[in-house]
């Protein structure tokens, strides 16, 4: 027998499995449950720890974002494997990909419940993006800028705000209105690598968790009254963040296990149950305590939007509509056209193929003429998404040529630092003071990034070329001797040795993956490395 509840959430084959039981007064969603990302699956563990349960397995996946739809029986996902999200029905039928073009790196992920549309960070793309999956019109929101890495996104409909958090260059958490607009970085400072993002609906409160300082901390939404709630010896390096009854719960990449703290009586602290497979990613706590009934003004007719209606924390109406690429909205700030103005409004149900554009250049961080690029190229994007034949096409980044070539240039270690030394010796300058124990240098180009080792306090930093915006990729604590160091520029990995620990590791610059690729063995001192990325090969 197939049951349903009067809302049709979930199915008798889930009822049985946990909870021993299928009969008509059985109502799953009265059990909440730990909805956990893990490699290749998606898991059901009870918030006890005593059960657990594959919903999902497939050995191509690799999964990091999860979230849930609970009065309609869905989760979704994020999947870097095959650069797509998905949903399925919560007992793991009716798989179906939701979003799967012009994406890089699809990581943070954040269902609106109240409106029906996903939310995401592209850690690839730099951006945070919105998909209303009934009108098939797709948006981007926020581009997050060249040396961003958002990773974390959480929406409250209930309020119209939207969180990401960012551990790239410069690491902060940051706010927006869930239309796109009012953005603003709430918290920059004592903040490393910002992983996962987790509200408490009824007191809009924010908490997120730390993988480098191994922290958890909350404030409001205004980024105000922060709090620590534990720190490293209780913690080592958390990832996915969700929050339930006054209770956070978290997956550790360390210890492979997932964690519950009490947010009231943080002396309440506990493991709940060991993911064994790989590093458990994302993770939330199914319940509709956690999905509040909302009603917005896009529950009515789609708020007259002709293509998306978004809810804003900041516009008076409480919602704003929206038009997908290569679309521009009316004067009646309600319909969207494509073509001339008075054109009539499209259908809302497919995007127009795109029309023609030219190549222009954009605002970039590293730079945008040959004044100002201290030896880099400058970066063109094209206006209306052009390719090389002209035609348009998904934000398609363009390396425009100098005339003359850049010139290059050594960065060098010494007393002052680390210093820049042009090429014909005449003359110099220091780019980052007090980095005195640097034992391996190395950059990446195409993100303007430079990277050290520091084998006296353990750790490994990078800035931008300039000097600028210093920030620690692996912290002292998180590997002991640090001695080479080898940036893969293609895949954006970063490499290093470790003489005292006797091991070669590698972390993910762009999803925060670490790995311990080999250990070398005693009698051994791994020392210089390099990567060559065009043939694969390490040395």
């Known amino acids: 027998m197939l049951w349903r509840d009067v809302t049709g959430v979930f199915w008798c084959s889930i009822a049985m499995t946990l909870l021993k039981t299928c009969d008509s007064t059985t109502d799953s969603r009265e059990e909440p449950f730990i909805l956990l990302g893990n490699g290749n699956t998606i898991q059901w563990i009870s918030l006890d720890g005593s059960e657990g349960l594959p919903l999902l397995n497939d050995t191509d996946y690799d999964i990091i974002g999860v979230d849930y739809d609970i009065r309609e029986g869905w989760m979704f996902w994020t999947d870097v494997a095959s650069r797509t999200i998905s949903k399925a029905k919560l007992d793991g039928s009716n798989v179906t990909i939701l979003v799967s073009d012009s994406m890089r790196v699809p990581d943070g992920l954040a269902w609106d419940w109240a409106t029906k549309k996903v939310y995401w960070s592209d850690a690839g793309r ?77 007191t809009h409160t924010l908490f997120w968790s730390d993988a480098s300082l191994d922290k958890l901390e909350s404030s409001d939404f205004d980024g105000q009254h922060r709090r620590i709630l534990l720190e490293r010896r209780f913690i080592f390096y958390p990832f996915g963040l969700a929050f339930f009854n006054s209770t956070l719960y978290w997956g550790d990449w360390v210890v492979g296990f997932v964690y519950r703290l009490s947010v009231v009586d943080p002396t309440d602290y506990n493991y709940v149950r060991p993911v064994l497979e790989s590093e458990p990613t994302g993770l939330k706590v199914v319940s509709k305590v ?60 497919t ?119 210093v920030t620690t990729v692996i912290g002292s604590g998180r590997t002991e001797s640090p001695e080479g160091i080898a940036v893969d520029w293609v895949n954006q990995m970063l ?23 080999i250990t070398t063995g005693e009698g051994t001192l791994p020392r210089t490395i390099i990567v060559d990325p065009t043939t694969r090969s390490l040395d």
């Open 126 to 202: 730099k951006r945070i993006e919105v998909y209303d999956p009934l009108r098939n019109v797709r948006q981007l929101l926020k581009s997050t800028g060249s040396q961003s890495l958002p990773r974390d996104i959480a929406v409250d409909p209930t309020t119209g705000w939207l969180f990401w958090t960012d551990w790239g260059g410069s690491p902060k958490v940051e706010r927006m209105s869930m239309d796109g607009t009012a953005h603003t970085t709430i918290i920059s400072t004592d903040i490393v690598w910002p992983s996962g993002l987790a509200i408490d609906y009824a």
């Open 290 to 349: 956690n999905q509040p009934q909302v009603e917005t003004p896009c529950s009515t007719a789609n708020g007259e939007c002709s293509h998306l209606c978004l809810i804003s924390a900041t516009s008076p109406s409480g919602y704003s509509c929206a038009c997908p690429r290569h679309f521009r909205l009316g004067q009646n700030r309600r319909d969207c056209y494509s073509g001339k103005q008075g054109s009539e409004p499209t259908a809302a149900t």
């Open 495 to 517: 490499y290093w040795t470790d003489a005292r620990a006797k091991r070669i590791e590698v972390f993910d610059l762009e999803k925060g993956h670490r790995r311990l690729l």
């Open 351 to 469: 995007e127009v193929p795109p029309t023609k554009g030219s190549c222009v250049q954009a605002n970039y961080t590293a730079c945008c003429t040959s004044d100002n690029c201290q030896g880099l190229p400058p970066v063109c994007t094209c206006s209306a998404e052009c390719h090389s034949l002209g035609t348009c096409c998904p934000d398609i980044e363009i390396i425009c040529p100098l005339s003359p070539p850049p010139k290059g240039f050594l960065v060098v270690a010494n007393e002052d630092g680390l210093v820049r030394l042009e090429l014909d010796g005449r003359s110099q300058s220091v780019l980052v003071r007090g980095e005195r124990h640097t034992t391996a240098i190395d950059y990446d180009l195409s993100s303007n990034t430079l990277f050290w080792s520091d084998v006296v306090l353990g750790r490994i930093r990078r800035s931008f070329l300039n000097g600028s915006d």
